[in-house]
């Protein structure tokens, strides 16, 4: 069982550049989330989805899209990289609301470590 | 809207010591909350959480955390530290209302334990 599995984890890009990160889950979550992390600053989230086909802004969406074309992944997009979008990005889900006994866990991926030059 | 604020981004200890890391939260309903550590170059794995069963509440390797509502505290202690502890810990709280599905870290600290 792989659990949150993210790719890449490691990036290199120029400013302008575009690029996409994607996260993939075999838990059969509903809600799946883009955190960022930065030193000082914890984890802000960037955009969430409560389900397949849908997509919500976060903290800090400027500068990112995301889509879930599919339940089991969740795509962060950069369309035109900035310095300031260098981070550690960390991918999340959870189960359904409904199920019984849940208390709001996340289940992280190991994190995608983005520099841009 | 909830917060959590972690008092100390960096904490040292001495191996053996006592371990304290602060955590306090802001909510106006019951809530649940919820430590996570994060060991050099990986993700976040969850510690413990508190899901207003007992107010003590013990996680892995030797961790444990204390829920007090008059104080609005979850603070997060471990009687005697280990090298293998040295990591970040975030303390964090799960949103209620229409963001329910949401947690609220605080912005982390670092514990270093020197031997």
């Known amino acids: 069982n792989a659990g949150v599995t993210q790719t890449p984890k490691f990036r290199v890009l120029k400013t302008g550049q575009s690029m996409t990160l994607l996260c993939a889950q075999d838990m059969n979550h509903e809600y799946m989330y883009w955190y960022r992390q930065d030193p000082g600053m914890g984890l802000r989230l960037i955009h969430y989805?409560?389900?397949?086909?849908?997509?919500a802004k976060g903290e800090v969406p400027d500068g990112y899209n995301v889509s879930r074309l599919k339940k089991q992944n969740f795509l962060l997009g950069l369309e035109s990289a900035a310095p300031s979008q260098t981070s550690v990005y960390f991918c999340?889900?959870?189960?359904?609301?409904?199920?019984?006994?849940?208390?709001?866990?996340?289940?992280f991926g190991e994190g995608s470590r983005l520099t841009v030059l | 809207a909830q917060s959590v604020t972690q008092l100390g981004s960096h904490v040292s200890v001495s191996e053996g010591a006592l371990v304290l890391l602060r955590c306090n939260y802001s909510s106006s309903v019951p809530p649940y909350l919820f430590w996570y550590v994060q060991y050099p170059n990986q993700g976040l794995q969850l510690l413990l959480k508190y899901t207003s069963a007992a107010t003590l509440v013990k996680g892995i390797n030797g961790f444990e955390a204390e829920f007090k509502k008059s104080e609005t505290s979850f603070h997060l202690t471990k009687p005697s530290a280990h090298m293998s502890d040295a990591a970040e810990y975030f303390c964090?709280?799960?949103?209620?209302?229409?963001?329910?599905?949401?947690?609220?870290f605080g912005k982390g600290t670092k514990l270093s334990v020197i031997p």
């Open positions: 964090a709280v799960k949103n209620s209302g229409a963001g329910s599905y949401q947690l609220t």
């Open positions: 989805s409560v389900g397949e086909g849908t997509t």
């Open positions: 999340a889900s959870i189960p359904t609301m409904a199920r019984a006994g849940y208390t709001g866990e996340l289940f």
